[in-house]
């Protein structure tokens, strides 16, 4: 004989149902609360930084490098100092021309180079992947004299594109492992379609393969982009010339033997900052996971 069940009950039940959701949204909201703490922390910690690096750059000389947090008086003086005083548009023109001999130069060689790894089946293969891996792990400091002497060999000493080749030859080696797993995660079916829909081998590498591989080539562009920017060792050894200098190389004018003009330092610092911001905004959008993705019909 079952058990009757009366209106009472069924409130208890009821109440009891609603203090046990009840308690069990504290839970939720503590642990989202330490999320957002959490986030919070971690943004407060990324970008303090570029925050007082801002607030020295806009500040005078009475204020930048005591440690102020806020400035008391905005001012442009700085930014002036180094665009004008500082020749930091010269330095910014140098360094946006090795910049761009190294992105396209990598990009190109590091493209072909994935395509005949990934795709094409030859003696050796495996061994020059190795190869490739192995020249990446040595220190730079162990290439400075090998790569001086065969820059001044070519008579390319002091010059935008023997700076720019060597940084290609730098970068080379990664470059080619990023966009050799870019190249095979494209489906084979893709160029086959291509080929039966009368494709030579250059239209389907333009005009298949290439738009595919595109967010391979945008973070090869970023890598080989930053490397040629920010490098110091290699910009310093070659060039020795004064109208010659990066923007890596130019920054060290502003550091004194006794006394450093951080007012000065931190607005060099802000502009080489900005144009790789630019570079990463204008190509970011290619930057999307899933192009493959849809273009081979189950």
């Not at 208890?12 to 986030?39: H, I, K």
């Not at 548009?89 to 590091?110: F, H, K, M, P, Q």
């Not at 700076?163 to 470059?175: E, F, K, M």
């Not at 000065?264 to 930057?287: C, G, N």
Request: hydrophobic share 55%; net charge positive; proline share 4%.
């Amino acid at each position: 004989m079952g058990t009757r069940v009366t209106a009472p009950d069924v409130r208890r039940r009821d109440e009891r149902s609603v203090r046990t959701r009840r308690g069990g949204g504290a839970p939720r909201t503590l642990r989202r609360a330490g999320r957002a703490a959490g986030v919070a922390a971690l943004l407060a910690f990324t970008l303090f930084p570029v925050y007082f690096m801002l607030v020295s750059a806009f500040s005078d000389r009475s204020t930048s490098g005591t440690g102020a947090l806020v400035p008391r008086d905005v001012t442009f003086e700085n930014f002036t100092y180094v665009m004008t005083e500082g020749d930091f548009t010269l330095y910014l023109r140098n360094s946006l021309a090795v910049a761009s001999i190294t992105v396209v130069g990598a990009c190109l060689l590091a493209l072909l180079a994935s395509v005949a790894v990934a795709r094409f089946r030859f003696r050796f293969r495996t061994s020059v992947l190795v190869l490739v891996l192995v020249v990446q792990m040595v220190p730079l400091e162990a290439l400075v004299i090998p790569l001086f002497l065969q820059v001044r060999d070519l008579r390319m000493l002091n010059t935008v594109l023997g700076l720019g080749v060597v940084y290609v030859a730098l970068s080379l080696p990664l470059a080619v492992w990023m966009l050799r797993g870019f190249v095979a995660a494209v489906p084979r079916e893709v160029e086959e379609a291509a080929y039966i829909d009368g494709a030579s081998w250059p239209r389907m590498f333009w005009s298949v393969l290439l738009p595919l591989v595109a967010p391979g080539l945008v973070a090869t562009a970023i890598f080989s982009f930053i490397l040629a920017w920010n490098e110091f060792v290699l910009a310093l050894t070659f060039m020795q010339q004064s109208d010659r200098y990066t923007v890596a190389v130019g920054l060290r004018q502003f550091f004194g033997q006794y006394a450093n003009e951080w007012g000065h330092v931190m607005a060099a610092s802000t502009i080489i900052t900005l144009p790789v911001m630019v570079f990463f905004i204008l190509v970011q959008r290619w930057l999307v996971a899933g192009l493959v993705q849809g273009a081979v019909k189950g």
